[in-house]
């Protein structure tokens, strides 16, 4: 079914080419000027708030923008408002519970005696980490919801994947890890410019295929919502 999944995904995101170039237009300026200027930029409080924000305010757009073309066949509009409110709140909410998770998993177990460093401590904070995000991927199917205004429930995304958990884990954790290699020869450019740039575009076609996917996971698992 994940693949399955995946075709669809770049199927629907090949019949709205136009759409989604002006989805990703915006979003990959500001974070071209996020790469460019974090390493003068992140040397105050202030400037690592700033850096922060734009960050955020760039992934949402995107997000946003790619769950409402393969949903809802819709172009991008330059908006904030509730929705997009309520998406970053759901993103910080769901990034600092599975990180607090994690962390008081590992740490417990470290209490105990578990090494803290080590083949066996790397492996087990990395099976820490897979299990925390196979329960927390059954609640991933709210982000399309909200993206496309639709009342929806953790409940609803829970229900929704029951018989699917396998399938929303490797689509919200395995397969953003796997693009997210498409990264990689960015480290080979020493320009700071061109890093930046080339860095960028390549993480917003690895998030791109990644959010697409998750629309697809929601529209044939949540149908009826």
């Known amino acids: 079914m994940t693949l399955r999944i995946l075709g669809l995904a770049l199927e629907a995101l090949g019949k709205r080419g136009r759409a989604v170039f002006g989805a990703i237009l915006l979003p990959a300026i500001l974070l071209v000027a996020v790469e460019t200027l974090g390493p003068w930029g992140t040397s105050s409080a202030f400037g690592r708030l700033f850096y922060v924000i734009l960050s955020v305010v760039a992934y949402v757009w995107l997000a946003i923008a790619i769950h409402r073309i393969v949903l809802l066949d819709e172009t991008f509009r330059i908006r904030w408002g509730w929705r997009e ?3 970053t709140g759901w993103l910080w909410l769901f990034s600092i519970v599975i ?11 470290e209490s105990i005696g578990m090494p803290s460093s080590g083949i066996i401590a790397t492996a087990f904070q990395l099976l820490v980490i897979v299990a925390v995000f196979y329960f927390a991927s059954q609640y991933f199917l709210i982000f399309p919801a909200v993206a496309v ?28 890890v796997l693009l997210s290699l498409i990264e990689l020869p960015a480290s080979l450019i020493s320009n700071v410019m061109l890093y930046a740039l080339v860095r960028s575009l390549l993480s917003i076609i690895s998030i791109t295929i990644g959010v697409a996917m998750l629309s697809v996971l929601y529209r044939e698992l949540s149908s009826g919502r």
């Open 85 to 87: 409110t309520r998406f």
């Open 99 to 109: 990180g607090l998770v994690i962390w008081f998993v590992i740490a417990a177990f």
């Open 149 to 176: 205004d639709r009342k929806y429930t953790l409940a609803h995304s829970s229900v929704a994947t029951e018989e699917n958990r396998m399938t929303a884990f490797v689509v919200v954790a395995v397969f953003p």
